[in-house]
Every structure is written in C-alpha cells, then in structure tokens.
C-alpha cells in the first residue's frame, strides 16, 4: 500500500463529512484504532494483524458493544475495498444473541399521555433553543408513529430528503442500504412543515432535518434519553423509541377487517413502506400483542398546535 494509515483514514474522514455521514463518535473511535496500531505496531501501513486484534472483545466487552465500537473500521476497510486501496479482509461481525424483549404495545391513553407530556417539556424550557430541542422530539416522536419509520431513517434524514410540498420523504440511509419512499398523511405533512420553518430560524443551514444542538444528527443515546424521560411520566412498563415503529405495523394491519382480496396489497403496502426486504419481516408483527388503529391528529394534533408558535428564535 502506497498511502500510509493517517493519510487513509484522513481521505476517508474528509470523504464521510463531505458526504454528511460523519460523528464524533464515529471520529473518536476511528483515532482510538490509530492510536492503538501506533502504539502496538511499528509499522506505519494498514495491515491485517491491526484490524483483527483491534475489532476481538476487549475484556468484559459484550459482542454487541463491541461491534458498535469497531463499525467504523468496517465502513472504513469497505471505503478502501471500493477504491481497490486494501486487499485487508474485513472479520465477520460477531454474533450477538437473539433479542428477547417484546416490544410494547401502547395504548390509546398511553400514546395521548405521551405525546401531551412532550408538549409539556416544550413549553416548560426557559431558552429557545432548549425549547427547540424538546420540539425536535416531540415532531420526531410523532413521525415515527405516524409512518413506522426506523429510528436510525429518522435521525439521519437530510433536508432534501423530505419533501414537504408533496408529503414524501426519501429514505437513503436506511437497514440492508434498501432505498424507499414513505408517503405521508396531510397532518403529519403540515407538521413537518411548521417544523421546518422553525427549524431553518436556529439552523439557516442545517446538515439533518432533525439537527443536534451541533448542527449534526441526533445520537442514538439522546434520542433514547429523551424518550424515557418523557415516558417514565407516563408509565413504569418498558418502551423504547423503536416500539413507535412496531405500533404502526400492529395498528394498521389490525385496522385491515373484511378487506378480502385487498388483504395482500395492503401488507406488500406496508411492507414496501417500512423498507422490509421481504413479507415474512412484516408477517413478524403478527407475533405482537394487537392494537386498535388510530390516527395521529386524534393523540396529538392539537397539542402540536398549541407549542409550536410558542418555538421561535426570537420568541
């Protein structure tokens, strides 16, 4: 390899942020690996001993801890393979044991609560921006309820992926790299406009539709705070962001009664519409406890009117 380790990884962190797919976290954790072959290896190069010591657990590590970890340098290793810049074989991920918890399923009064409780926290913040903030998760929280998409989709949505004008968003950065379009109720359309308005008043160019307090996408750990701060007023059952998503695919396929031969087009709808790669991943959500379908202005579209003029930057 001509290029050394640090003008590599350098091309390759100019190359992510200038594609607007880059993090701190992303940063921090590939330095760490370049300290670490700096500090363990004489050689200046990238070389396949570096990468397989670096990515084996580290102590007590938990394999899905450190996949999250070392996932940098797999997207790095596959930046180089692309360029034909590496003939360094990426390890396998390793393999973390099946997930047992069950998602929650809300309830009508739980979801008002919710939504209402989040209201709240906008009207209670003293600065604009901290208002701003609890708005961008109040209107982010509904969007996942509304339209099932995963929480990852959510937070890296960029500004021209969502067209607000017709009410589709495009989703890029999404599970399998499998692109697909979500189309949106007139409400939920409505909100994401109001927020966008609010939105360009703190962040005149913001890099995510949803932007941080530092102009970049919202981390998966905040977006996690936030809602359990919000739900723990609500309920001492376990919920977490992603069980939005599960609630959409229980409560529309419950909503489908006496639909007949109409059936199948609406789960190859919704399956197509959440980014599913096959039926049998949206088949999964008949395995969930059952809801009843709903609509989204009926849990929260009057609360969502009343605080967002009150989130302005001069406000």
């Known amino acids: ?16 942020k200038a594609s607007g797919r880059w993090n701190s976290t992303y940063e921090n954790n590939l330095l760490k690996f370049d300290e670490f072959c700096t500090e363990t290896y004489e050689d200046n190069t990238l070389t396949q001993a570096m990468v397989d010591t670096w990515m084996k657990p580290k102590g007590r590590e938990s394999h899905l801890s450190c996949n999250s970890r070392v996932q940098v340098v797999r997207t790095f290793l596959s930046y180089l393979q692309e360029r034909n810049l590496t003939t360094i074989i990426t390890p396998e991920a390793l393999a973390v044991p099946p997930n047992q918890y069950i998602p929650h399923a809300f309830s ?92 360009r008043s703190f962040f005149p160019d913001r890099n995510y539709f949803f932007p941080s307090r530092n102009n970049s996408y919202i981390s998966v750990g905040t977006m996690n705070w936030r809602f359990q701060k919000i739900w723990k007023q609500v309920s001492t059952v376990r919920a977490v962001p992603y069980d939005l998503r599960h609630n959409y695919a229980i409560r529309n396929i419950n909503s489908w009664i006496d639909v007949g031969f109409g059936y199948h087009n609406k789960l190859l709808h919704l399956s197509k519409s959440m980014g599913h790669t096959n039926l049998e991943s949206t088949k999964y959500y008949y395995s969930l406890v059952p809801a009843l379908a709903d609509t989204i202005s009926r849990k929260s579209g009057k609360g969502f009117d009343e605080i967002v003029p009150e989130v302005r930057k001069n406000g």
């Open 1 to 16: 390899m001509s290029a050394n380790r640090q003008q590599l990884i350098q091309q390759f962190i100019e190359y992510r």
């Open 108 to 199: 009508d009064e739980e979801l008002t609560q919710f939504f209402q409780k989040c209201d709240q926290q906008v009207n209670m913040e003293q600065k604009p921006r901290d208002a701003f903030q609890s708005l961008l998760y109040s209107v982010i929280f509904r969007l996942l309820y509304s339209s099932g998409m995963r929480t990852t989709e959510a937070r890296m949505l960029q500004p021209e992926d969502v067209d607000i004008k017709h009410g589709v968003i495009n989703i890029r950065e999404t599970k399998a790299n499998i692109q697909h379009y979500v189309v949106l109720d007139d409400d939920v359309r409505i909100m994401l406009e109001r927020f966008d308005l609010v939105a």
